[in-house]
Structure formats: structure tokens, C-alpha cells
């Protein structure tokens, strides 16, 4: 049985639906972006966080990247390490026009932002 109000939601729930997708596909481009950008930050942390947890479950290791979040010239996460007894959080943002990025304000060319934050995660860990 048709409801009188069928057609009028049909199309509303049509429109969200375009709506949505539509953020999704733009928000997937930033990540994107982003990732290439610090040399594919987000796929290092997730083969990166079982091997720690397997190697070191004494500390109880966590390495987490953030959902990037699109600003007015570019967009930012934050890589957010954590231990047992402690945690830090990198602050980590790039523009579309310019090839640099930067990690915790320190502009980094993105040829070197991967290795400069496995730097980062490496000194982290090793302290007791």
C-alpha cells in the first residue's frame, strides 16, 4: 500500500543518497591526495601496527592515523602513538598548492615525510 507521502520521500532519500556519495568520493580524493603526499602514511600504519603489537606486547604499542579533514587550502590528521605508559600526537597537514607538507609545523619536502615520521615512530617506541 502507497503512502501519500511516497513520491516526496523517494526523492528525498534519493537526493541524500546523491548527497553522500558525492562527500564520499571527494573525501576518498583528499585522503588521497594526502596519503601520496606523506608516502603512503596510512597503509606504513597498518602493516606497521600488528607487527609492533606482536613484538613488543609488553608496552602495549598503538599507532593511529587519523581521518584526514579537508580545510580551506588543504587538509590535516593527526598519527597519534601510544604505549602503556605513554602517547604523542603528530600533527600532520599539507596544502594543494605546494608539495610540501607539514609535520607538527615543521615544513618537510613529502619526498622525505615518510621517512622522517618512521623517524618519529622510532624514537617514540624506544623509549622505556
Known sequence: MKGPFDNKIDN?????????SQHKERAQSIST???????????????LRPI???RFPEIEPQVMLESWVKGVTGATS????????????????????QSAVQIDGNAVSSHDALKVLADEIEEFFKEP
Open 52 to 54: 609492533l603489537k606482536a
Open 33 to 47: 591526495a594526502a596519503e601520496k603526499k606523506f608516502g603512503n602514511i596510512g597503509a606504513f600504519v597498518n602493516e
Open 78 to 97: 593527526t598519527l597519534k602513538l601510544k604505549t602503556a605508559t605513554r602517547e604523542k600526537a603528530i600533527k600532520l597537514s599539507m596544502s594543494f598548492e
Open 12 to 20: 528525498l532519500v534519493s537526493r541524500i543518497a546523491a548527497y553522500r
